[in-house]
């Protein structure tokens, strides 16, 4: 498909508008010097969306915009304490006032702090409840989505939206669908060659891997993505992941089966113990970044998956003639819990 047909296809779905885009996509001279590799870049979406920014700006237009074109005026999600795509939905969501319902399977901690206190202060209504909601790899993604509809069908009632994990649905996806022809366009602007471009980035429920991966394939680019995973939290991963982006294209009028083993991801290798367990690897990374290029990545997402591109870089994974794009999602908020760790 052209930019235009792709743009086009998407134009059908409900959309609110909440981001300011595109996000620069900027080159990252010293730290490709500093480290005598293929040039770096790095795609800006951390600086995307509402409530302090993050990836999950791109899918909440999507599906917001289908949660209020079907009438709902209450919105239900879930995540792990320190989700960014939770804060991001509550920042959203009192936007556009909408009341905001967010689930976690955890113990409610004494003191509230980074995403939870900006969860807090956007006004959402928060419950917890310390029974394990998945992310531990025991159960996989779409099972861990029907439960905690349920559970979630109980407190609150009937008539709410409920969007799974990460917005994780092909809906969500088309977030990153538009993504791919903006940075299709903005490679481009910069005369990069784009079969020399692979766009590396981190991978928690998989929407952002799957949406951009079925973007570029919708659009017949040569560019590649390279998604690391940061969790180890669903079972049987990529099969959802493939399942997604055969989803997408299907959405859109485009059918393309995909399968796991086709899923672009680097599964386990950079998680370190799990999701959110803190790896020396992410601070070095975080502190070169911040040192280097004056630019703050997190420890759980954007610094463990720019460690785990380090490692690569050192490993000669890429060509050296290859253009290296790091997606950086944001979850700055996810920082300051890590406060005592970080020196
Ligand atoms: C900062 C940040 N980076 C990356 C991700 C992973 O994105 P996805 O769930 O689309 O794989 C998330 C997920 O919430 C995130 O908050």
């Known amino acids: 498909m052209t930019p235009e047909e792709l743009l ?24 490709s010097a500093s480290l005598g590799g293929p040039p770096l870049w790095l795609k800006r979406d951390d600086e995307l969306g509402p409530g302090g920014g993050g990836n999950k700006g791109r899918p909440l237009e999507f599906l917001l915009g289908e949660a209020v074109a079907q009438g709902s005026r209450k919105i239900v999600t879930f995540g792990r304490l320190q989700s960014n795509h939770v804060r991001m939905t509550a920042a959203a969501c009192a936007r556009l006032g909408l009341q905001t319902h967010l689930f976690f399977f955890e113990k409610r901690p004494s003191t509230l702090q980074g995403n939870l206190l900006l969860d807090q202060l956007f006004g959402a209504k928060l419950h917890f409840i310390p029974f394990g ?7 996989t993604l779409e099972t861990t989505n029907r439960l905690v509809r349920l559970v979630s069908w109980l407190l609150v ?11 994780h649905t092909a809906v969500g996806c088309l977030g990153y669908v538009a993504a791919a022809v903006e940075i299709q366009a903005q490679i481009a602007a910069l005369e990069l060659d784009p079969a020399r471009v692979t766009i590396v980035l981190p991978v928690g429920t998989g929407v952002t891997l799957a949406g951009l991966w079925a973007g570029f394939h919708l659009l017949g680019s040569p560019v ?29 009028g485009q059918p393309r089966h995909f399968t796991a083993g086709e899923v672009p991801i680097i599964e386990k290798t950079y998680v370190g113990e799990g999701y959110s367990r803190l790896r020396a690897e992410a601070v070095a990374a975080i502190k070169l970044m911040a040192q280097v290029e004056g630019v703050v990545l997190d420890p759980v997402y954007s610094g463990k998956a720019f460690a785990g591109l380090l490692d690569l870089l050192g490993n000669g994974r890429f060509a050296p003639d290859a253009q290296i794009v790091f997606l950086h999602t944001g979850g700055l908020p996810g920082l300051w819990p890590y406060a005592d760790r970080m020196v």
């Open 8 to 31: 086009a296809a998407l134009r059908p779905f409900p959309r609110l508008h909440l981001n300011y885009t595109p996000t620069p996509l900027q080159p990252m001279p010293r730290l």
């Open 133 to 139: 909601g998945g992310g531990d790899a025991s159960m």
């Open 157 to 167: 009632g009937p008539g709410a939206y409920f969007m799974p994990v990460g917005g």
């Open 224 to 252: 590649r993505v390279l998604g690391i995973d940061v969790g180890k939290l669903w079972h049987t991963f990529p099969a959802s992941i493939a399942r997604l982006a055969t989803g997408v294209c299907s959405l859109l």
